[in-house]
């Protein structure tokens, strides 16, 4: 191959683009089987080729500082800018870019791609972007270890070969045995790695709607799932039918309960970083005769007496209740004062109070029996704590809460039960 002179690049660049338009708006319709499917290989081994050219633009780019002239944080940021791209299409190229493209030396001399195998078959147009991606990160992994270069080299044409016999997909779990072959005790080179992976973006998806990905580590990725799972488990509903929801809708509900606790645990009261609220209840016989046991909100049980030495101390709020579980009395420290409400209610609904629903009061929000906007009174007799999805729903399933004895009661609509027969949630006639 001839190396073009630096004149005559605009030139082939123009000559390489008129090529390509006079393919698109030719006539296929003449082309026997076998030449349109040859077309359609050439096609993408055009695709392919153009691709690795960003890996001789970038670099160039980069070479002469031009990112930095326009004080851009990243050649990223610049690239996107200049082609209108989002950061997650112009981040992967300037990545390929940096692995696979020329590396001028401080000398002023070219020196290799740091992945000469995978570069000269990307500039051929064997290997796709998608496979380039599975390969770059796989010895971007063993590269974080002790392993010999010579055997990096070998990995690296290993996988160059496998990748002109499968998509990216086999690839990936060919590369994902290799990794294993090579670091059996490759746990923590994989920790380090997932560390500068790791990644999560939530942007436009142009239809008005939020696109959110992610690359989570191991450790935020059983997180999420054991907390999402949880929460996106069919609730009870409210028209008496089956959660109607679809996995993937139940799921994103679950997502917008988390964010919307993590918003209210600010208003939680809070000790030296830790989740002090200590709540105890007991009844109105216990508290007189300061006998039998409290229960704290973790489920432990303890004395009375004990339950009121502690509640001297911080941010411990202490309850009485009826024996129908009204309440009666209660009192917090002075740091606490201002959560007084939220506490006691959760002492009274122990979670969401609609009948049958198991969630915890952390995941809970207020909700006012009598509208605010309607003169309904922001205390206890009118407050009643629901999970997300029931607050959302509990208007317009027809349900009406009552308040007797100081408990909520939940009176189904007429279609469900003609007899509107009050129900309540067990959690709480469990007491
Ligand atoms: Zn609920």
């Known amino acids: ?210 696109r959110l990905t992610a690359d989570l580590d191991t450790e935020t990725a059983a997180l999420a799932l054991a907390v999402l799972h949880s929460l996106a488990a069919p609730k009870p509903s409210s028209d008496g039918e089956h959660d109607q929801r679809t996995a993937g809708q139940r799921m994103h509900d679950a997502f917008g309960s988390v964010l919307k606790i993590a918003q209210r645990s600010a208003e939680l009261p809070r000790s030296a970083g830790l989740p002090a609220t200590v709540l105890i209840t007991m009844t109105v016989e216990q508290f007189e005769t300061r006998t039998g046991l409290a229960a704290t909100s973790y489920g432990q049980k303890m004395s009375v007496d004990q339950a009121l030495r502690i509640a001297d101390q911080a941010c411990i709020a202490w309850v009485v209740h009826n024996s129908k579980g009204g309440i009666l009395n209660y009192g917090t420290t002075q740091r606490c004062a201002t959560e007084k409400q939220t506490l006691v209610l959760v002492a009274r609904d122990k979670g969401c109070a609609f009948p049958g629903c198991t969630d915890p009061p952390e995941w809970t929000e207020k909700h006012h029996v009598v509208p605010w906007s309607e003169g309904g009174q922001t205390d206890l007799s009118n407050l009643v704590l629901l999970c997300d999805h029931h607050h959302d729903r509990i208007d317009t399933g027809g349900w009406q809460i009552a308040m007797r004895d100081g408990v909520p009661w939940f009176l189904p609509p007429a279609w469900l039960d003609p007899t509107r027969t009050p129900r309540r949630n067990d959690r709480i006639s469990m007491r």
């Open 1 to 210: 191959m001839t190396t073009a002179l630096a004149g005559e690049v605009p030139a082939l660049a123009e000559a390489a683009l008129a090529a390509v338009s006079e393919l698109i708006s030719a006539d296929l319709s003449a082309l026997e089987e076998t030449q349109l499917l040859e077309l359609i290989r050439t096609v993408e081994k055009l695709r392919r080729k153009v691709e690795a050219l960003d890996n001789v633009t970038i670099p160039e780019l980069e070479a002469r500082g031009i990112p930095a002239r326009y004080v851009l944080r990243s050649t990223s940021q610049f690239v996107a800018g200049l082609l209108n791209l989002a950061p997650a299409e112009s981040g992967p190229r300037v990545r390929h870019a940096h692995e696979l493209g020329v590396r001028v030396q401080l000398t002023g001399e070219i020196g290799e791609p740091l992945l000469p195998a995978l570069a000269a078959a990307r500039a051929d147009g064997v290997v796709s972007a998608r496979q380039a991606e599975v390969i770059i990160g796989c010895l971007g992994k063993l590269r974080g270890t002790s392993l010999p270069v010579e055997e990096l080299a070998k990995a690296e044409t290993f996988l160059v070969e496998q990748a002109e016999l499968f998509d990216a997909g086999s690839l990936a779990g060919i590369a994902k045995q290799l990794l294993d072959t090579l670091l059996p005790d490759g746990t923590l080179a994989d920790e380090r790695w997932q560390q500068r992976r790791r990644f999560l973006s939530c942007v436009p998806n142009g239809e008005g709607m939020h």
